[in-house]
């Protein structure tokens, strides 16, 4: 009983890559959010992680409320910045809409900058004085200080982009008469 073929093939062939064969379509650039902000956005993930580690390391506490804070804002924005680097780094910036990606990036900056500051500031008063605590707090001081920092300049491009974006009024147009 032949009933031929049941099974046909059911995956295509994986076209040539536009880039050509054996090179991927992943490209990386520290230019993208401005030469300005490269840096900072690289010394955020650094600090975030250095904070993280440093707090990692602290093996007691006495009062660990400002510890376990100090550990869930720092691990969080390490990844935040982690996945705000990779966006904004590689070519998968360019496959995606650039004003959310602005817009997320503003605030993630912001709330991560104002929280890593609470997180520090709690820590730096609970902790034991021990020295990886006293590492982490500085690193999260340092770390909280570069996002805002990091706010400042974003919030200064768009005032920048803003005063560029609207024409002035020509002066005789305010003095004409409406009715003229």
């Known amino acids: ?32 959010p401005s030469r300005l902000r490269a840096p900072v956005k690289l010394a955020e993930l650094v600090l975030s ?5 440093c707090e990692e390391v602290v093996s007691r506490c006495t009062q660990c409320g400002g510890l376990y804070f100090f550990e869930f804002v720092s691990c969080s924005a390490f990844l935040l910045s982690l996945l705000v680097v990779i966006v904004c780094f590689t070519s998968l910036y360019d496959r995606v809409d650039q004003s959310k ?16 500051l609470i997180a520090s500031v709690t820590f730096a008063c609970t902790s034991d004085g021990t020295s990886p ?13 570069v996002f805002l920092i990091d706010f400042g300049l974003l919030k200064f491009e768009n005032v920048q982009k803003s005063q560029t974006r609207k024409p002035e009024v020509p002066q005789t147009t305010l003095t004409q008469p409406l009715n003229g």
């Open 49 to 53: 992680l250095a904070a993280f580690i």
């Open 1 to 32: 009983m032949d009933n031929g073929d049941v099974y046909n093939p059911t995956t295509e062939g994986v076209p040539a890559s536009a880039n050509g064969p054996g090179r991927s379509s992943c490209s990386f650039s520290l230019t993208r």
């Open 133 to 145: 605590e006293t590492a982490a707090v500085v690193f999260g001081f340092l770390a909280s200080i």
């Open 101 to 116: 990606v602005k817009k997320s990036d503003f605030y993630i900056t912001l709330i991560t900058g104002l929280m890593f």
